[in-house]
């Protein structure tokens, strides 16, 4: 992907989250299509905390040398910071803002830059470039999955 494209790609994330769920009733929002799955609602908070952790990294990636980028287990964030009880539009407008502030420090990020790396303690070395398209992919999954919920509630409506 080119850079352009992919800061482009990494930008629009918040306008694919919100075109998704745009219309939806409180309902749908918190509708649990099994009791082991997440609702919209604790998608877009877990989106939120996702960019977060992944700003994190990539501004750890940018200042230091091959830092340590460490994994989080993002069920035990769901279920032990209660993410049903959360405010989903103050994490919605987290999101918006995370990525805007992120995308205003992109456009001063150079071909070098981009290949710089991090050491996940999981998936291993890193670039930017790659943690760049791993978030975008990130947010387009779970669009996916926003989609199959809406599905879901609607087929047992």
């Not at 910071?81 to 805007?100: G, I, N, P, S």
């Not at 879901?152 to 409506?157: E, P």
């Amino acid at each position: 992907m080119e850079t352009e494209q992919l800061f482009n790609s990494y930008a629009n994330g918040y306008n694919l989250v919100s075109q998704a769920i745009s219309g939806l009733s409180e309902e749908e929002i918190s509708y649990k299509p099994a009791p082991d799955s997440w609702s919209i609602h604790e998608i877009i908070i877990h989106l939120a905390d996702s960019d977060i952790v992944g700003i994190h990294r990539m501004k750890k990636v940018l200042a230091e040398t091959d830092p340590l980028l460490t994994a989080y287990d993002q069920d035990l964030w769901a279920n032990n910071t209660h993410y049903a009880r959360l405010d989903y539009k103050q994490h919605l407008a987290l999101f918006k803002l995370l990525r805007e502030s992120f995308v205003s420090l992109l456009g001063h990020v150079t071909e070098n830059d981009l290949l710089r790396t991090g050491i996940h303690s999981e998936a291993g070395k890193l670039t930017l470039k790659q943690l760049l398209e791993n978030y975008i992919k990130h947010v387009s999954t779970h669009v996916q999955q926003i989609e199959r919920v809406k599905q879901a509630y609607s087929s047992n409506m």
